[in-house]
């Protein structure tokens, strides 16, 4: 699973596939289908990685404080030195339940105090009280912006006339809640994501 929006940009290039570690260095396998949940920026990408784990989903709602991590790939492609740079971003819970009204399903969000840039939109929003666990899946980063002074100058006989405006800016990550997801309903899995991490025994329901 990632971004809907993640999946429509590798659609634009010849080839799509999901590349995973080996134990010893990076190997690509093609991706036969995936499937796009626009309506709350959500993807389900049809793949199969030799060996790979699979964590738990827990649906229940975070509350502010709470420390979260999503690991991934922002600005990681290092074409000079040909490497590729794992990033993990740690930070906590700055609200919790909001409606992302920009998306038309009306999704409910995880505001996270770090910025999310690009390259890890899709991954997993996780928490390690006990043993990792996914609560949701980052997309994008959203700016608060807050005007805090503003002046008008009048130039020459008064028919022009200039604006000068500044603003304090803040950055948040933004992660879909788990709860939002689960319900959705995936012709790949033949069902809702709930009932499909249900039937692997992937669901912690505590």
């Keep these: 699973m990632t971004a809907a ?18 134990g010893t260095s990076y190997e690509f396998m093609k991706i036969p289908q995936v499937e796009l949940f626009e309506d709350i920026d959500i993807g389900v990408i049809e793949s199969s990685i030799p060996n790979g784990k699979s964590l738990k989903w827990n649906s229940k709602q975070l ?9 991934g790939f922002p600005f990681s ?3 000079e030195n040909k490497r590729i740079i794992i990033r993990d971003l740690k930070g906590h819970i700055v609200s919790a339940g909001n409606i992302h009204f ?8 995880y505001e996270l105090s770090f910025n999310c840039p690009r390259g890890i939109s899709g991954t997993a929003l996780l928490t390690f009280a006990k ?11 959203r700016m608060v912006e807050i005007e805090t002074y503003r002046v008008k100058e009048i130039i020459g006989d008064g028919n022009k006339e200039k604006t000068f ?11 879909i809640e788990a709860a939002s997801i689960l319900k959705m309903s995936s012709k790949i899995l033949g069902g809702t994501i709930e009932e499909h991490l249900i039937k692997h025994k992937l669901l912690v329901t505590n």
């Excluded at 043993?131 to 997309?139: A, L, Q, R, S, Y």
Aim: glycine share 6%; hydrophobic share 35%.
């Design 5 to 22: 929006h993640v999946l429509k940009t590798a659609e634009e290039h010849d080839e799509m596939a999901l590349g995973y570690y080996n």
């Design 165 to 175: 405006e500044k603003y304090e800016t803040t950055y948040f990550g933004v992660a």
């Design 131 to 141: 043993e990792p666990e996914i609560k949701g899946v980052v997309i994008q980063s």
């Design 63 to 71: 509350e502010m404080s709470v420390d979260v991590e999503a690991i």
């Design 77 to 79: 492609l290092d074409l």
């Design 102 to 109: 920009e998306f038309k399903g009306k999704p409910t969000i």
